[in-house]
């Protein structure tokens, strides 16, 4: 094994390991009260959405070119959106 494969066998290893880390932490949720019913339906599809994508990824033993993390990643920043929409929402009386 030459030296450049192991060093990038190292950071392959490494990234996935970060990415697995990073994505358990922003794991979308259902946060938002029944108040703004078409906000918490856009969470509950976004929640759902995240478990397709991980059914496909272990489905595929993980080799998606990393789209489908990304993918993931993206909907974990859109449910983010969704919950400070509401916020703002909440504090301007709606």
Not at 13 to 18: N, P, Q
Not at 40 to 45: I, L
Not at 51 to 75: M, S, T, V
Request: net charge negative.
């Amino acid at each position: 094994m030459s030296m450049k494969s192991f060093v990038l066998g190292v950071a392959l290893a490494s990234t996935t390991l970060f990415g697995c880390a990073t994505m358990a932490q922003d794991r979308p949720n259902v946060d938002i009260g029944w108040h703004h019913g078409n906000l918490r339906n856009a969470q509950e599809n976004i929640v759902a959405a995240f478990e397709y994508i991980q059914q496909a990824q272990r489905a595929n033993d993980g080799q998606l070119g990393g789209h489908a993390a990304r993918a993931k990643e993206l909907l974990a920043e859109a449910n983010e959106e969704l919950r400070m929409a509401a916020d703002v929402s909440n504090a301007e009386g709606h």
